[in-house]
C-alpha cells in the first residue's frame, strides 16, 4: 500500500519557526497526528485535528490540514534545542483506531 | 499510573530462539497494539487487539504471535528469531472513545531494542 511520507531531515535555528510536511494517504481519515520521539523514548503524542478542520493552534504548535492535497503540517514557533527529536504524523484508519505512522521527519535545532 | 510497561528493555537473541515481550497497561485500556520501528521506516503495525480474548493481525505478522488473557497485558511472542526481527518493538494502548474523545491518540512504552544474531 501506500506510504505516509514525511521528508527525513529538517535543521532550523534556535528561535526561528521549524515546518514539518506530511502526505497522508487516506481521504478518509478521522483523526490525524502529531507524535515527538526523543532519543530512546516511546512516542508522545503531540496534537491532533479533526478531520473537518484546517487549522488548529495549541500553544507553540499550529497544525495544518489541507485535505483536497492529503497534506498535514505541523509547525513549530520559537523552535528550542528542547524540541529536537523525530516527529512522525499518523492517520487513524479502519477500525479499531489503528494508526498508520509516516517515516519520521528529525528535527535539529542548533544554536 | 504506570501507563503502559515494556520488558525487557534491551535483549540480543540468537537465531532460531525464542522470547516473549511482556506489555501491560494500567489505565484500562480496550484497545492495545504492537508496532514495530526500523529506521527511515517508521512504525508497522504487527498486531492489535480490541479487547480480551480478541487479537488480529496488522501489517506484519509474520513470525510473531500474540495472546491477550486480560485488558492488562498483551505480550508479544517471536517463536524462531531471525535476523529480519532485529529492531525496536514499542506496544501502545488507547481507549476508543466516542464523540469529544474519539481523538484519543496512544500511549506508547518506552520499547524493548532486540536484536537477532
Known amino acids: 500500500g501506500e506510504d505516509v511520507e514525511q521528508s527525513l531531515f529538517l535543521s532550523v535555528r534556535e528561535g526561528d519557526s521549524s515546518v514539518i510536511n506530511c502526505t497522508y494517504t487516506?481521504?478518509?481519515?478521522?483523526?490525524l497526528y502529531w507524535y515527538k520521539q526523543e532519543p530512546g523514548a516511546g512516542l508522545q503524542l503531540l496534537t491532533y485535528?479533526?478531520?473537518?478542520?484546517d487549522m488548529k493552534q495549541d500553544q507553540r504548535l499550529t497544525v495544518l490540514l489541507n485535505k483536497k492535497d492529503k497534506h498535514l503540517s505541523l509547525r513549530i514557533a520559537d523552535t528550542q534545542t528542547g524540541d529536537s527529536a523525530i516527529y512522525f504524523c499518523a492517520e487513524s484508519v479502519g477500525t479499531a483506531s489503528k494508526l498508520t505512522f509516516g517515516t519520521g521527519t528529525r528535527l535539529q535545532v542548533t544554536l | 499510573n504506570a501507563g503502559v510497561t515494556q520488558t525487557p528493555k534491551f535483549r540480543i537473541l540468537k537465531i532460531g530462539q525464542s522470547m516473549t515481550l511482556q506489555c501491560a497497561q494500567d489505565m484500562n485500556h480496550n484497545y492495545m497494539y504492537w508496532y514495530r520501528q526500523d529506521p527511515g521506516m517508521g512504525l508497522k503495525l504487527i498486531y492489535y487487539s480490541v479487547g480480551a480474548g480478541i487479537t488480529d493481525k496488522g501489517e506484519v505478522p509474520n513470525g510473531y504471535n500474540v495472546s491477550r488473557s486480560t485488558t492488562e497485558d498483551f505480550p508479544l511472542r517471536l517463536e524462531l528469531a531471525a535476523p529480519s526481527q532485529t529492531s525496536v518493538y514499542f506496544c501502545a494502548s488507547s481507549y476508543p472513545g466516542t464523540g469529544s474523545l474519539a481523538h484519543y491518540g496512544y500511549t506508547f512504552g518506552s520499547g524493548t531494542r532486540l536484536t537477532v544474531v
Open positions: 487516506d481521504s478518509s481519515s478521522t483523526y
Open positions: 485535528i479533526f478531520s473537518n478542520m
